[in-house]
């Protein structure tokens, strides 16, 4: 299939009707890329560059599969299915799961890989097994929910063991009831606010979560912020290692241009240094005639180096001609020099004192996917490896070259180095081959130390370890060769690893950082929250719970901001979080846009009921004597029997969204987007009463058995029904 025939590859599956909705993504011969996902929340899109290795990898894929000639299988009624388009050459239609003609397969999984990286990991229905090959990656549309959906958040609880709500917009404002008396001025939020919880009892804590990740607790009594839990907003594209101080630190850059540092004992959050200019692709950090430094490469081609003391910028290294995907620092003496690489496949090295560059590494024939700095017998040597699936060496002095050899690895996709018994060595990760140990003066293979069919995404090395990240989210640890730890996977596909002091750090394509100890595997630090907007929150006892568009299910300890637990499960956004006491039990419930009410044990995190029975997303859940209300998008309103899941009543009548549920012994009040509010005696599902009020109900609480909501204007008591 020639190259110039070829005018662009259209990829499409889903609906948006569907939990993991419908994309469109359309892949052109220049390089350019777009992504359309549209659900029931509204449509979302992205672009990006793609390395120029793709194109010509996907028309040879194309070519061997008979595309466009290959008799798809028949595809059940209901099934889900891929439709491909290749202009001006053909198109088909193909059940997800086709095995008609394998090298077809082979084109999906670059066309999957794609889709979840144009999108920064949003969009889950796709895997990715492809190392980094997108950049320049930019959010055109942002998902806007329907029109009839109202912002901010409203919550009841208690201040100075007083009753009290709080609505939160532009600010947070806190009322006491009955008589609504302001609690104190207003409090400004940074960002858009779609949940907020007031803790009952004793605790006066209020949180806020929203678009920006950040979950705040405040002490309502003085409106300051007790803890704020942070991360980035998009995939990490590298992680390091650092001391600074005197104080153990792991760095993380992402795909947002923000390069964050967090306490490497603790997790707290310590700042972030932030590049406006693109995002950043990798990070390093090196001690030199006593400075810190911390090194970043961008997808505008910039190397930027800071003083990692006050973070002031100390170096702007410009020469490339595309994005930087590696950097590595050393120091030669009192001078500290820095080697790069990138989509122009040159590796430079640069003397940092002068912002100059010594070297111009030329030799490889596409993209530069990692470098590295190591001595040998007292002298730096630049080794690195590329997308032509070849490694090099450099004697960093001279610019003089050392090795070059083919990995026999296809695309290889990061670098290490270490000392072995005779002398220098490389290790280097792999698309086909694992992961294999080189001499770094000659080339020769020493050994190979992973070669599971596995697509290891990242290398890292420290004294005799070898560590590699994998696609599926797992992580492997090798001392002197031999495999002694292996990590499960978790929360995306592993694109950047580190080792530090206190443990290997990993960065995934969702956001997240981790901290592993290396002897035993266990995580350490979860520095990094939810990694898409948070929906939902609520507090109970000393925890504090959110649910996110990630997926994801993480509950806090209040006071502190402390991880706990992640509850792994849903397919979709979590819009509804709630907690309730089920045979005295502390059971947690959620539910979402994958339609499935899920129930989990507070303290183990353990999963108790998957409850299936809502057609549209979960909006509301509230927890009574022995039963769980849900709520639908289209009104539905279902309770279940909250120790087996079984269906108590369905209570009809409710037009629009349900925002807001809350129980009384075993009365249910019901408030919908349109301002109804309904009053049920379950379990017998009698309707009590209905009322019409003014403002749109974000939340609705019984407060001295009087009935109260609270919406953006205000609150509305209900007297009588």
Known sequence: MADGGVALILYRSGSPADALGRFELTVRPDGSARLDHRDVTGLRRWTARLERALWPQILDMLSRSGFPTI?????????ARRELIVEPVGESVFAWNDTTEPAILDV???????VRQVSGGAVRSTVDELPRVVHRRVSETERSESASIVSGAAAFGTIGRRPAFAVVQDDITLSSLPDRTPLGPAIPVPAPVRAAALAAGEGDL?????DDRVIRVYDVRTGGVLHARAGHRGPVSGVAAAEIAGRPVALSAGDDGDIRIWAADTAADLGTIS??????TSVCHARIAERDLICAGADDGVVRVWDGADRRIVGTLRGHTGWVNAVAMAGDGDRALVASGGADGVVRLWDLSGESELHTLAGHTDSVTGVVLTTAGGHLLVGSCSLDGTVRTWDATTGEPLADWSADSGWLTGIGSLSVDDGPAVVTAGMDDGVRLWAALSGAPIATVAAEPLVPSCVATGPRVVAAGYKDGSLRIWSDGALVRAVPASDGAISAIAFGPDGLISGTDNGTVRVHDVGSGDELQVPTPHTAPVLSLAFAEDLLISGSADATVRTWDALSGTPRARLLG????IAAVATGRVGGRLVIASGGYDRVVRTWDAVSGRPLLAIHGHMYPVYALAFGDGLLASASYDGGVRVWDATSGAQVALLPGNDGPIRALCFEENDLAVAAED????????????LIGEVKVPRTPLAVAFVDGRLQTAGVQGLTTIDAW
């Open 71 to 79: 008799t798809p299988a028949s595809i059940p009624p209901g099934a």
């Open 206 to 210: 209020l949180a806020s979560a929203g």
């Open 275 to 280: 590049v406006r200019e693109g995002g950043l």
């Open 570 to 573: 849903h397919t979709g956004g």
């Open 675 to 686: 301002g109804a509010v309904r009053l049920w005696r379950l379990p017998a599902g009698e």
């Open 108 to 114: 999906f999984r670059i066309l999957d890989a794609l």
